[in-house]
């Protein structure tokens, strides 16, 4: 079995701040992790995705997030948050355990960026 | 690359209707797609999986006579809520993966969603 754990499910930055999104995971054999984007009434847009090799994944706007096996944590990053980054985010595991790899889905944080 | 459309977005519509909405892979041929629902302020729920040419695979608690899917073709799927009651409104999003490849390696790639409102 395989689950997603985010801590914080509201997230409030000043613009130009740090932005950190946690996730943590289990899973009985090594992951794959992503990170998805929800803006409102739309679907989900793909972050960025970790399979294997190099632990620190690179993004689409900015975003990074690091894998860290012996944390189970695959947290979202982005040094200068911007206005636009304002959206729901998910993070999600999938392994060669589920069927059809299937997503497994954290609750979501919805960020806010305060001008 | 990889896009999902899906039509419609918004349907509103009486009791006892049935909605059909589609899902479609654009650029890439989609072995197997997903079907998710979503209630407002919450995480996706996966409904069913379909792989081209055969059964869905729905999970625990949905209902397969409720909720029927089609995966005719490698580009397209279909979600049909039938006899629609107002408990079935709600966020509709499909998704779709790659075929090509490892598995474990493509992400899905999801449409814009369906919002179900039934009156």
């Known amino acids: 079995a395989q689950s997603v754990t985010q801590l914080g499910s509201h997230v409030s930055v000043s613009e130009g701040a740090l932005v950190l999104l946690r996730c943590n995971y289990s899973?009985?054999?090594?992951?794959?992790l992503f990170w998805y984007v929800q803006y409102p009434n739309q679907g989900l847009q793909l972050l960025l995705k970790y399979t294997t090799g190099a632990t620190l994944v690179k993004g689409i706007n900015g975003f990074e997030a690091e894998f860290k096996k012996s944390e189970t944590s695959f947290h979202l990053t982005k040094p200068s948050a911007h206005m636009s980054d304002a959206a729901e985010y998910f993070c999600a595991v999938s392994n060669s355990g589920a069927g059809s790899y299937q997503l497994t889905f954290g609750k979501g944080t919805k960020l806010s960026v305060i001008p | 690359g990889a896009v999902v459309s899906q039509h419609p977005s918004r349907v509103i519509c009486k009791s006892g209707t049935s909605v059909k909405i589609e899902c479609r892979s654009l650029?890439?041929?989609?072995?197997?797609m997903f079907w998710y629902r979503q209630f407002p302020k919450q995480s996706l729920m996966l409904m069913a999986t379909s792989n081209e040419g055969s059964k869905a695979t729905y999970e625990q608690g949905v209902e397969k006579d409720k909720f029927l899917i089609n995966h005719a073709s490698l580009t397209l799927s279909t979600l049909t809520v039938t006899s629609a009651h107002p408990e079935d409104s709600s966020f509709y999003i499909c998704?779709?993966?790659?075929?090509?490849?490892?598995?474990?390696?493509?992400?899905?790639?999801f449409g814009d969603g369906t919002r179900l409102s039934i009156l």
């Open positions: 998704s779709a993966r790659d075929g090509e490849g490892n598995l474990g390696n493509q992400p899905q790639h």
């Open positions: 650029d890439f041929q989609a072995t197997t």
């Open positions: 899973s009985s054999v090594p992951p794959y």
